[in-house]
């Protein structure tokens, strides 16, 4: 069997990191958006001049659990199509449905869609006073950089357990979370052959980034990886806080 369908495999049978995934998807305040809206699932112009992606930071976890889903729910033809997109930062995203404003994958679309617009500018405002003493610089600092490109005026967002998410997402929880669940995903032998190139085990990417790792052709991968590497802006082993020096900070509080 290749390595990506025995990964598949290990995503469908290993029940535990799929609940422990899915738990964390269902934390996130429930959000509505109105149907002819889609405007977060593809980049203007403008925004492609800078630096922002659609449906980035795609953690590992996330991507088999996509691909698992696509392979339980469509055709060969739209699998393969869907895993040969290589384009690392795409205009659209290559799962909008673009005339229905839909998106094909949404039970399994990733944690940076389920939240995007939950918090405004306000609340934004509201945690940085909160916290501007309680968490290092740093975390605050990456908290709003990141949540301040997730603004939306467009979406209805469920206010009930609008505090805990804020909290869990100032504390980097919940990136900290799909880390962990990253890390517990096999190696692929492909990873482990680039590892000295990508300095580390890629656990955040895009899924044009994914698939030139895990999906192209063998022929392919040999020939033009490198290369593809060199050029990546996305794709990183992230350094992600430890659960002690959130602990510590916790505990300078107390
Ligand atoms: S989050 Fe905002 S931009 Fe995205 S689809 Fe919903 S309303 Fe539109
Ligand atoms: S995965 Fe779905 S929700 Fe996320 S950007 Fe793509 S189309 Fe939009």
Same mark, same amino acid.
């Given at each position: =069997?290749?390595?990506?369908?025995?990964?598949?495999?290990?995503?469908?049978?290993?029940?535990? %990191?799929?609940?422990?995934?899915?738990?964390?998807?269902?934390?996130?305040?429930?959000? !509505?958006?109105?149907?002819?809206?889609?405007?977060?699932?593809?980049? $203007?112009?403008?925004? =492609?001049?800078?630096? #922002?992606?659609? =449906?980035?930071?795609?953690?590992?976890?996330?991507? /088999?659990?996509?691909?698992?889903? #696509? *392979?339980?729910?469509?055709?060969?033809?739209?699998?393969?199509? +869907?895993?040969?997109?290589?384009?690392?930062?795409?205009? #659209?995203?290559? /799962?909008?449905?673009?005339?229905? *404003?839909?998106?094909?994958?949404?039970?399994?679309?990733?944690?940076?869609?389920?939240?995007?617009?939950?918090?405004?500018?306000? !609340?934004?405002? =509201?945690?940085?006073? &909160?916290?501007?003493?309680?968490?290092?610089?740093?975390? +605050?600092?990456? /908290?709003?950089?990141?949540? %301040?490109?997730?603004?939306?005026?467009?979406?209805?967002?469920?206010?009930?357990?609008?505090?805990?998410?804020?909290?869990?997402?100032?504390?980097?929880?919940?990136?900290?979370?799909?880390?962990?669940?990253?890390?517990?995903?096999?190696? *692929?032998?492909? !990873?482990?052959?680039?590892?000295?190139?990508? !300095?580390?085990?890629? &656990?955040?990417?895009?899924?044009?980034? /994914?698939?030139?790792?895990?999906?192209?052709?063998?022929?392919?991968?040999?020939? *033009? @990886?490198?290369?593809?590497?060199?050029? $990546?802006?996305?794709? @990183?082993?992230?350094?992600?806080?430890?659960?002690?020096?959130?602990?510590?900070?916790?505990?300078?509080?107390?």
């Amino acid at each position: =069997m290749a390595p990506l369908l025995e990964l598949i495999d290990w995503i469908d049978q290993n029940k535990l %990191s799929q609940e422990k995934l899915d738990t964390l998807y269902q934390a996130a305040p429930q959000t !509505e958006c109105p149907k002819t809206c889609s405007d977060c699932c593809r980049l $203007t112009e403008e925004e =492609m001049q800078g630096d #922002i992606a659609v =449906m980035y930071p795609l953690y590992k976890a996330e991507y /088999f659990k996509i691909v698992s889903y #696509i *392979h339980k729910c469509f055709p060969e033809e739209t699998v393969k199509n +869907l895993l040969t997109l290589r384009d690392e930062r795409p205009q #659209i995203c290559p /799962f909008l449905i673009v005339k229905n *404003h839909a998106c094909l994958i949404y039970p399994a679309r990733p944690y940076l869609c389920r939240i995007y617009g939950i918090l405004s500018a306000d !609340e934004l405002e =509201m945690a940085k006073s &909160l916290y501007q003493k309680k968490l290092p610089e740093s975390w +605050l600092r990456e /908290f709003l950089r990141m949540d %301040s490109c997730l603004i939306c005026e467009k979406i209805r967002v469920n206010d009930s357990g609008k505090m805990n998410y804020i909290d869990q997402r100032a504390r980097g929880e919940d990136a900290r979370a799909l880390w962990k669940l990253s890390c517990q995903v096999p190696p *692929h032998p492909r !990873e482990i052959e680039v590892e000295s190139l990508t !300095e580390g085990t890629l &656990l955040i990417w895009t899924w044009g980034g /994914f698939n030139a790792l895990y999906a192209s052709e063998e022929s392919w991968f040999r020939s *033009h @990886f490198q290369e593809y590497w060199k050029k $990546t802006a996305l794709g @990183f082993a992230p350094q992600v806080r430890s659960e002690k020096s959130a602990d510590c900070v916790d505990c300078e509080e107390g």
